[in-house]
């Protein structure tokens, strides 16, 4: 080893490639001439030495780049923050205008996402498999070129189908024998559908849940959001599903295995879906409510306001809703500024605690009314980035 260490030293100095120093260490640790048969020593040496040098393997997303490059498997490509007037037309005449031909007949090659509108949500998918990322230059600035697998063709014509349903599917969830059947999972690959979901569900939890009962999240550009909502069979499945569905790891891409690496996935009850009329407009432009349920069934709005009351909670106003999932009552209270709300919320998460209720169980949770756009909108309030924020106040915690 001191051998090594010397040449090391002056290998240093004559500033040579790692993979000629390593080379030049190697020849230095075995022994000049043994003339046949080596000595004990000499032998241990070497052992000790060799193994001491443990060779690097690349990463698993090096290796998987290396063995099946996404341009070899390329079926298609994918335009993202595409305008929305666009249609198929445009895109055609642009693609044409980089010098890209799609045939005879190029609509049936273009594959654009629609709301239940009819409206365009800026992303569509172009059937080509050769690489061409130079046609992203005749598309408007900020266009986005992203070439996809045969995978993820099918994720993108599922999330076609998911976003044209999106209303169906959330009005199905807010039923009210649904309230607690509902499972949050988050932090889902973007590939991910439901098939995938369902099949980790019962692999793991034990729960077989119909693909159609699993509901994914778009974010503004028709993008699939990282969280979805499972409606399970019961509310004991729902729980098991939460106790087993923490910090999770599944592979990040579900038809390559674990080529490309993990995941975590984690579960709770931080969702609640409710449709009602008395609902639709009770929140109305007001982000100073709090909604709070488990409450005896004949409680009045009276009683649980002198409750709130001794209790140091001092709502504006209270509305009563009935809960047909466990015969309950919830109440719906508003208060006068962000930072009574934000201190009330801090108030019944104590409550909570001290009642000594399990972590499954919602007990308060902040009520924010669906994104709904109209046909004669222009332009949607919940794409406004200067309302994103719900904090009107400063709050020291």
């Known amino acids: 080893m001191l051998a090594a260490r010397r040449a090391c030293v002056a290998l240093g100095r004559q500033r040579l490639s790692p993979r000629q120093l390593c080379r030049s260490v190697e020849r230095s640790l075995v022994p000049a001439a043994f003339n046949g048969q080596p000595s004990a020593a000499a032998v241990g040496g070497w052992a000790r030495a060799s193994a001491s040098l443990v060779p690097l ?11 099946v490059a996404l341009s070899e498997r390329q079926e298609a490509f994918v ?24 045939g005879d007949k190029p609509r049936q090659r273009v594959l654009l996402m629609r709301t239940r509108l009819g409206v365009s949500i800026g992303r569509a998918m172009v059937k080509v498999r050769d690489h061409v990322p130079h046609v992203n230059q005749a598309f408007p600035d900020g266009t986005i070129y992203r070439p996809v697998d045969i995978h993820d063709i099918e994720a993108f014509v599922e999330q076609c189908e998911r976003l044209l349903r999106l209303s169906d599917d959330l009005r199905r969830l807010a039923r009210p024998e649904n309230l607690f059947r509902v499972v ?14 369902a099949s980790v569900v019962e692999k793991h939890c034990g729960v077989t849940v119909d693909p159609r009962d699993i ?38 891409r579900a038809a390559y295995g674990t080529l490309f690496g993990a995941a975590f996935l984690w579960s709770s009850r931080a969702t609640l879906f409710m449709s009602h009329p008395d609902l639709d407009f009770l929140l109305q432009d007001s982000k100073f409510w709090i909604f709070t349920t488990g409450w005896q069934e004949d409680m ?22 009935p809960i047909q999932a466990d015969s309950s009552s919830a109440f719906f209270m508003q208060f006068d500024s962000m930072f009574w709300t934000k201190h009330a919320m801090r108030r019944l998460r104590r409550l909570k605690w001290r009642w000594r209720m399990r972590q ?8 924010r009314r669906i994104d709904i756009h109209r046909a004669h909108e222009d332009r949607y309030d919940d794409e406004d980035s200067a309302a994103d924020s719900d904090i009107d106040e400063p709050v020291d915690y």
Not at 300 to 321: D, Y
Request: include cysteine.
């Open 300 to 321: 009045t709005v009276e009683e649980f306001l002198l409750l709130m009351n001794q209790m140091s909670f001092f709502p504006r106003k209270a509305v009563r809703h």
């Open 57 to 67: 393997r690349p990463s698993s997303f090096r290796e998987s780049q290396e063995q």
């Open 79 to 102: 335009l993202e923050r595409l305008p929305r007037d666009w249609d198929e037309e445009d895109i055609c005449r642009c693609l044409h205008g980089a010098g890209l031909d799609l």
């Open 184 to 197: 949050t999972i988050t932090e889902v690959p973007e590939n991910y559908g439901r098939r995938d979901v």
């Open 360 to 367: 499954s169980i919602t007990f308060f949770a902040y009520p």
């Open 215 to 252: 509901v994914f999240r778009f974010k503004r550009w028709g993008r699939q959001s990282d969280t979805c909502y499972v409606l399970c069979p019961t509310e004991q499945a729902a729980d098991h599903c939460v106790a087993q569905i923490q910090e999770l790891a599944v592979p990040k």
